[in-house]
């Protein structure tokens, strides 16, 4: 069994001001994001400039899209109970599938803009969200959020606050497979031409599954519980729709052209 790393949220306080670690992973998402994205801009005719436009679209889709989202889909008593508790983004709680639906909004903006087809543009977009999601699950460790169900394998921790029986650092396995597994799959498939929207349905079959995965180890939010047959969850049900379209995704994409060549 191992102890759960006694962590400080708050990585830099200065007087009032205060710089919580689940923040600066969003940082290190966006920033990633940037790098890469500048790396291939040319790929689909974008500049460097470009790029930083595109991230910023992106970073308020995946904010107003992931808080709006947890609201509705997790925390909607706790949002009509405490009307300012939305804006309190650093005490977590981020619904991925909302921020997936705020990105594709500010994706479908952009792509607009630039006289993009709306694939190619999710196709380019796709590997650089990885490193993002990884990031922010260790941000979610460090918070100390969505503790897992109690295990007997060796690397099992107790969670603070829910007493020594130890548990799976079920974060830290979202991060390995939604981070680093997903971004070395996607970033490998994009390297070579490929058809429009591959990537795209690749992303979503695949955070799906391992969305799904996960949630068998990790324990529902304790004011929903499960859902059905004791082990179901609302993580569970939002994944199922992301992984039917990836799947029709990837047979449209077998009749569309080649769209990306190798910068």
Same mark, same amino acid.
């Given at each position: ?128 969200? @990885? ?22 394998? @060796?690397?099992?921790?107790?969670? @603070? ?95 569309? @052209? ?6």
């Amino acid at each position: 069994m191992l102890s759960y790393p006694d962590i400080d949220p708050v990585a830099i306080s200065l007087g009032p001001f205060q710089v919580h670690w689940y923040g600066l992973m969003y940082v290190v998402g966006f920033v990633a994001a940037w790098l890469l994205g500048r790396h291939r801009a040319a790929r689909i005719g974008l500049n460097q400039d470009d790029i930083g436009d595109l991230i910023f679209y992106a970073a308020l889709g995946v904010v107003l899209g992931g808080r709006l989202g947890y609201a509705l889909f997790y925390g909607l008593d706790q949002w009509l109970a405490d009307p300012l508790w939305i804006v309190r983004v650093w005490d977590g709680g981020m619904s991925f599938h909302g921020g997936l639906l705020g990105v594709l909004v500010a994706m479908w903006w952009f792509a607009r803009k630039k006289r993009l087809a709306f694939f190619t543009l999710t196709d380019f977009v796709a590997p650089l969200v @990885p490193i993002g999601l990884g990031a922010g699950r260790i941000g979610n460790f460090i918070n100390r959020e969505l503790p897992g169900r109690v295990t007997e394998m @060796p690397w099992g921790m107790p969670f @603070p606050g829910l007493g020594p029986e130890p548990r799976h650092p079920s974060s830290l396995y979202e991060a390995a497979l939604e981070g680093a597994v997903l971004f070395i799959v996607l970033w490998l498939v994009t390297a070579t031409p490929r058809r429009r929207g591959l990537a795209s349905g690749l992303f979503l079959v695949l955070y799906g599954a391992f969305r799904f995965l996960v949630e068998f180890y990790r324990l529902p939010d304790a004011h929903i519980g499960y859902l059905a047959f004791g082990w179901f969850t609302m993580g569970m049900l939002l994944t199922l729709p992301m992984i039917a379209a990836g799947v029709a995704l990837i047979a449209w994409s077998r009749r569309q @052209p080649v769209d990306a060549k190798v910068a």
